[in-house]
């Protein structure tokens, strides 16, 4: 199987996030942070060093600041809801995938806040400007994704950012797309609060993911219960992670997390960035060829995250994802991958599209025989 789904998750991942998930299964998997056992100790310490590499990959100064999650999607909505308040008002972008949106709308509806959503370019590209003129008196938050995950756009974070910041306005950024390819600094981009998969760029198994919470926010949990600390009080600890860590931890996905983000050090973030930039350069450039291709994506190293977007005149997008699977044994998603926002900004509300998306451990030939198929499947059909 070619795999050229790695936006929805990665795969394969690195042989070290295999084996250490197993290793903590087999040999040590006990409850972190609720023994003083060996087991539960040794538990504790990978959950420790699994904080610490998030911190270091995105240079966040505390790792305590850092809440382990299931995945984006419960990060996000810890962020979200967690944070806003009846009567504030947020700013969101045109190319937010559901996670963001969904919440924000039963916000909105439930309890009264307010959501500005910001339109782009036809790629979806924001001007940063029109963050700053969309600002209120009662903005509370600034919400951007990384990336999108329907077309790659990379969007101006750091910009984004600074304008947040200046209005002391909180600035959540979704990685769910460039986490583990674009360096993110949470320092330089003045982002309060980051949520992020771990189960994507970042290598590691589903059901992992984390939030990290500037010192200065202050997320009420949306669950509460016990920590493994301060067992005597009836209330939830207010101290960071314990504050928004409720229940058993997954300690063997934490720890295949950890593995992975290893892996990406190994390599180096650059290294990987390039390589993906050169194989979704090389994919767009040669897709872009073919006669009957319609592309959505940008083809810049810099401002695309490693996916194609693209329909086949006359065909439904669904159908070219199943013929490149069964025909071809090529993995794809085809629809509107749930970011409906994203697609009425790329004028593919009707029809959906179908993504191919790299990963790194995606090679040339791959691409070369992807690029193939799809001539072989346009040509039926133009
Ligand atoms: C931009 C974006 N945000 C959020 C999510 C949700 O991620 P998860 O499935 O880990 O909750 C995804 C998943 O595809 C995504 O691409």
Redesign the pocket.
Known sequence: MIYLDN??TSFPKPEKVYREILRCMREYCANPGRGSHRMSIESSRVVIQARESVASLFNISDPLQVCFTK????A?NIAIKGVLKPGDHVITTCM??N??VRPLKTLERDAGIEISIVQGNEFGEINPENIKRAIRKNTRMVIS?F???VNGIVMPIEEMGRIAGDHGIIFLV?A??GAGTFPIDVEKMHIDMLAA?G??GLLGPQGT?FLYVARNVKPNPIMEGGTGSYSEYLYQPDIMPDLLESGTLNTPGITGLNSGIEFIESLGLENLKTYKGILTHYMHEELGKIKGIKLYSKDSAENNSGIVALNIENADCTEVSYILDKEYGIATRAGL???PLAHETLGTIRTGAVRLSVGCFNTADEVEYTVKALAEIANRFT
């Open positions: 936006a929805a995945n984006a999607t419960e996000l937010e995938h996670a963001v994704t990336s999108s995950n979704d769910s797309q998969p189960h994507k993911g991958h749930c970011a």
